[in-house]
């Protein structure tokens, strides 16, 4: 189902890879060789591409310490944990042995970003593959010592052993460097049927700490002689500093310093609190001068749709379909809607001897240190990002924003830690959105029922604007030297951003699909959990059932209908097994929804089933029940991925039916809980489900933003099953609907 | 000077009287269970039991807890020695990124020092102030649950000992 536009970027990675593997392997003429016949050599495994060498990822100490560095980072999504187990089924220790180093430009491998659901196929993939190609190594070092066949050895409990029992501790084997060696295409990887630890659900080893009270955030640092500081925030986009009169503030108890650069505006404090009496002063005392800039809330879409915009074919057909025997067209929307972490942002900066440390709950320490590096106008090496768990963030929040104030705050205030972190207002008013969208979509329907030609638009912004350059960081633009953001760049496809899953994976014959790229930000966005295939699934798989309603056909056996691919109608046909779809009984008021996706078509294949409730009186709606099954390739930690998948679930109902950003003229009005609800227990279903499909061998699929897609869709359809009205913007709000119903 | 009692210790503490008392536990007593979330009294990630209340500690200055009887997560057990609601949450797996985690225990804590045998709607009810964002609440639900029980069977085999 990849169409060729699709699949041309993704071969020239794979050769790309390929040729530089060749080049570190073969003699050169060789390479040429290979180069014009295009048969590369196998690429190596996940990120051992880009960083080949196999002690980058494990070292062993002479004692038998073992430390695994990963360029990842632990977000809360239990990837700590995955990665060790890979690595002890690997060495065959136990878990409780092996000590990780997560994303840290002075330890780890460069991974860029951990995003996009790729932890578990980049990183995941090089450990398995380093820890066993590691093993072999140490084993055929005890087999050369012991003077016995490799064979006749075996790996266990950090020893290697001899059939006659002797034994050789790892510890004692890696004199000399043994492990720094180049990774090789292929390892040895233990068969799946012999697994200890791969596919079992192994408790999540962060969970202990943050049940308990431990130093578990980068919230929760305190450094020796740390102080602390708020910035002033400017009360909305483009909007400047007039004159602020900071001496009385200055003399406030426990006040450091002022910082005053351009707009941007900033109070240092020995204790939090002070810092917080002193920024609350200081803001009193700020005179803005403040643009109005937006469009009005009610003419956002109208207004979307005349920005100028630069189309991006994501596979266009050649040659005119078959005239249809039934069309159906329809448009959707999306408002902004935000991340929301429960923890604002925060960081830890510490500059001294013309260095500076940061501890950053970002998503990416490489790309954000050449950022600062940038921003502060300093070498690359002298900038040290240490990532530290932060509160949940789903995405590009306002992580590296309080990275950079840290980074400014601490060249301000040398010698001792600055610790920032941003107030509720600030985080819910200054992150990037997840863009507004829309979308336009018609089919024709051939005389069997099958869909026969389909058109697709998708207009967005990008979905991402992250680091890799200072004016990426949100306080670099209120400097009196501001650095602008820069106009940010298409991803390309197969993954791409707004139109990532616009492409469907059904069958159909003949498609035109276009990405409608807007590069003109309105309000402030990046990458939200899932980027654009959460709004082009919920589109796809709202018009699926809206094309099964106009073919007569049961949703389900109508999805199936338009899919090969095994797996993907395997977890379909299993989620609606287990939701009971063929025997539903509709209770009034009572409605059913299916969705399925494969997140990017690349990732794991999630199908989702729910039933909703509608109050007629308020037009309240309500998930009951939620039934998932996914695939997400070879499971390591089966409960891992069935807690993302919950999650997802949840939190892609709580978008779906709750929430889009306020603004006004001038000013984001979403600025609290109250002003941007989000889901509470009680709108919580009563139950949720989750099948994991588990394909031992098979290449790890990224699941963690599998179900954001679906979930809306399936939320829409079981709106549509409760009550015969189709509502076509995100979100399905309680007034929304009652307006739908007529009450 | 304030005084208070944290986890059963006595504290004296020197602050401006009307510091919320996040700020005292998380600067000056140097605990970390409760967080800041929204200071607004929006999203209980600041949850701590003052005298078996739940409490916004974002909001409440501290000179109103003069003598009160504070408990935060750090005193209903350790890493090794985890408290039935510690343990449940670690049996469940009830946590995503955790930020909200020890605010939702405190609660849970309150409840069930109330209502030993609250019904699921209670639960909810009881819950209904505190966010979490990452979408853990089937399990956080579960993991009260499964510690009511566990704390109600222990209070019927051993009534003194096993107060929750
Ligand atoms: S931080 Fe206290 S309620 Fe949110
Ligand atoms: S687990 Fe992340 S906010 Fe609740």
């Given at each position: 189902m990849i169409d060729a536009l699709a699949a041309r970027p993704s071969r020239r990675r794979v050769l790309a890879g390929g040729a530089l593997i060749v080049s570190f392997a073969l003699a050169p003429r060789v390479l040429l060789a290979q180069t014009v016949q295009g048969a590369a050599a196998p690429p190596l495994p996940g990120s051992l591409k880009t960083e080949p060498m196999l002690d980058a990822w494990i070292r062993i100490d002479a004692d038998g310490a073992i430390t695994v560095f990963t360029g990842k980072a632990e977000l809360g999504q239990g990837i700590a944990t995955a990665l060790i187990q890979l690595a002890a089924e690997e060495l065959v220790v136990e878990p409780a042995t092996i000590h990780l180093v997560t994303a840290d430009t002075a330890r780890t491998p460069n991974e860029g970003f951990t995003a996009g659901s790729h932890s578990m196929q980049d990183s995941g993939t090089a450990i398995m593959n380093a820890?066993?190609?590691?093993?072999?190594?140490?084993?055929?070092?005890?087999?050369?010592?012991l003077q016995l066949a490799p064979e006749?050895?075996?790996?266990?409990?950090?020893?290697?052993?001899?059939?006659?029992?002797?034994?050789?501790?790892?510890?004692?084997?890696?004199?000399?460097?043994?492990?720094h060696v180049r990774a090789a295409p292929r390892s040895d990887l233990i068969d799946p049927k012999n697994h200890r630890l791969i596919g079992k659900p192994w408790?999540?080893?962060?969970?202990?700490?943050?049940?308990?009270?431990?130093?578990?955030?980068?919230?929760?640092?305190?450094?020796?002689?740390?102080?602390?500081?708020?910035?002033?925030?400017?009360?909305?986009?483009?909007?400047?500093?007039?004159?602020?009169?900071?001496?009385?503030?200055?003399?406030?108890?426990?006040?450091?310093?002022?910082?005053?650069?351009?707009?941007?505006?900033?109070?240092?404090?020995?204790?939090?609190?002070?810092?917080?009496?002193?920024?609350?002063?200081?803001?009193?005392?700020?005179?803005?001068?403040?643009?109005?800039?937006?469009?009005?809330?009610?003419?956002?879409?109208?207004?979307?749709?005349?920005?100028?915009?630069?189309?991006?074919?994501?596979?266009?057909?050649?040659?005119?379909?078959?005239?249809?025997?039934?069309?159906?067209?329809?448009?959707?929307?999306?408002?902004?809607?935000?991340?929301?972490?429960?923890?604002?942002?925060?960081?830890v900066g510490l500059f001294r001897d013309d260095a500076l440390t940061l501890w950053t709950h970002t998503q990416g320490v490489f790309p954000l240190r050449a950022a600062v590096a940038e921003l502060l106008a300093l070498a690359p090496e002298k900038v040290r990002c240490i990532q530290v768990q932060g509160s949940g963030c789903y995405g590009h929040n306002a992580a590296d924003d309080a990275a950079a104030d840290a980074a400014l705050l601490a060249r301000a205030f040398p010698g001792r830690p600055v610790r920032v972190q941003w107030m509720r207002e600030q985080e819910h008013s200054w992150e990037p959105y997840g863009p507004a969208m829309l979308t336009e979509v018609s089919a024709g329907l051939d005389a069997a029922g099958k869909i026969a030609q389909w058109h697709y638009r998708v207009r967005s912004n990008e979905h991402s604007t992250r680091p890799g350059t200072a004016g990426n960081l949100m306080p670099a633009w209120h400097l009196a030297q501001p650095v602008a953001l820069p106009v940010p760049k298409p991803i390309p496809l197969p993954e791409g951003g707004g139109d990532r899953n616009a492409l469907p994976l059904y069958t159909i014959p003949f498609a035109d699909i276009v990405y409608d790229f807007v590069p003109a930000m309105t309000l402030r966005v990046s990458a939200l959990r899932g980027l654009g295939a959460y709004m082009n699934v919920f589109t796809i798989e709202s018009f699926m059932d809206e094309l099964a309603l106009a073919a007569k056909a049961d949703p389900v056996a109508f999805r199936l209908r338009h899919l090969e691919d095994p797996r993907a109608r395997d977890v379909i046909t299993l989620a609606a097994e287990r939701f009971?779809?063929?025997?539903?009984?509709?209770?009034?008021?009572?409605?059913?929804?299916?969705?399925?996706?494969?997140?990017?078509?690349?990732?794991?294949?999630?199908?989702?089933?729910?039933?909703?409730?509608?109050?007629?009186?308020?037009?309240?709606?309500?998930?009951?029940?939620?039934?998932?099954?996914?695939?997400?390739?070879?499971?390591?930690?089966?409960?891992?991925?069935?807690?993302?998948?919950?999650?997802?679930?949840?939190?892609?109902?709580?978008?779906?039916?709750?929430?889009?950003?306020?603004?006004?003229?001038?000013?984001?009005?979403?600025?609290?809980?109250?002003?941007?609800?989000?889901?509470?227990?009680?709108?919580?279903?009563?139950?949720?489900?989750?099948?994991?499909?588990?394909?031992?061998?098979?290449?790890?699929?990224?699941?963690?933003?599998?179900?954001?897609?679906?979930?809306?869709?399936?939320?829409?359809?079981?709106?549509?099953?409760?009550?015969?009205?189709?509502?076509?913007?995100?979100?399905?709000?309680a007034e929304r609907i009652k307006q739908a119903i007529g009450v | 000077m304030i005084e208070l009692t944290v986890n059963g210790t006595p504290h004296r503490v020197d602050v401006d009287p009307a510091t919320p008392l996040l700020y005292v536990l998380r600067d000056e007593l140097r605990l970390n269970g409760a967080k800041f979330g929204c200071g607004l009294g929006q999203c209980g990630a600041c949850t701590v039991m003052a005298e078996g209340e739940a409490i916004y500690s974002c909001l409440t200055p501290v000179a109103a807890l003069q003598g009160r009887k504070i408990t935060t997560v750090e005193g209903l057990g350790t890493a090794d020695n985890p408290g039935p609601l510690q343990r449940a949450f670690i049996a469940e797996q009830a946590a995503q990124c955790g930020y909200c985690i020890a605010g939702m225990i405190l609660r849970a804590q309150a409840m069930l020092q109330r209502n030993p045998s609250p019904s699921d709607g209670e639960i909810r009810a009881a819950m209904e102030p505190n966010l979490c964002r990452c979408g853990t609440h089937m399990r956080i639900l579960r993991a009260i649950r499964r510690a009511s029980n566990e704390m109600r069977t222990a209070s019927a085999q051993n009534p003194t000992e096993a107060r929750p």
């Open positions: 820890a066993a190609q590691a093993r072999a190594i140490l084993v055929k070092a005890a087999a050369d010592r006749r050895l075996k790996a266990e409990g950090g020893a290697v052993i001899a059939e006659d029992g002797r034994r050789v501790a790892y510890g004692e084997l890696v004199a000399g460097a043994i492990l408790p999540r080893i962060d969970i202990p700490a943050k049940v308990t009270g431990g130093v578990a955030f980068v919230q929760d640092l305190r450094l020796p002689d740390m102080v602390h500081a708020r910035v002033v925030w400017p009360p909305s986009y483009g909007a400047t500093l007039k004159a602020v009169d900071s001496a009385p503030v200055e003399t406030m108890p426990g006040v450091l310093k002022v910082v005053r650069n351009g707009s941007y505006l900033a109070v240092i404090a020995e204790r939090e609190y002070q810092a917080i009496a002193a920024m609350r002063a200081l803001a009193d005392a700020a005179q803005w001068d403040e643009t109005p800039t937006l469009p009005t809330e009610d003419e956002l879409f109208s207004y979307l749709a005349r920005q100028p915009s630069q189309l991006i074919p994501v596979r266009q057909d050649s040659g005119s379909p078959p005239p249809p025997v039934q069309s159906v067209a329809a448009r959707y929307r999306r408002a902004y809607q935000m991340h929301g972490s429960i923890g604002p942002s925060c960081a009971g779809w063929s025997n539903y009984r509709r209770q009034p008021g009572r409605g059913r929804g299916f969705a399925f996706a494969r997140y990017k078509n690349l990732g794991a294949y999630a199908a989702v089933a729910v039933e909703a409730a509608l109050e007629h009186e308020t037009g309240r709606l309500r998930v009951i029940r939620a039934v998932a099954a996914t695939d997400s390739g070879e499971a390591v930690n089966p409960d891992g991925i069935r807690n993302q998948i919950e999650g997802g679930i949840l939190q892609s109902s709580s978008w779906t039916l709750y929430e889009s950003v306020g603004f006004d003229r001038t000013r984001i009005t979403s600025r609290d809980w109250s002003s941007y609800p989000i889901l509470r227990f009680s709108a919580v279903p009563e139950s949720v489900e989750v099948h994991v499909i588990d394909r031992p061998g098979q290449p790890f699929l990224g699941t963690g933003e599998a179900t954001q897609g679906p979930t809306a869709g399936a939320i829409a359809n079981a709106l549509a099953d409760a009550a015969g009205i189709r509502i076509r913007e995100l979100p399905l709000t | -």
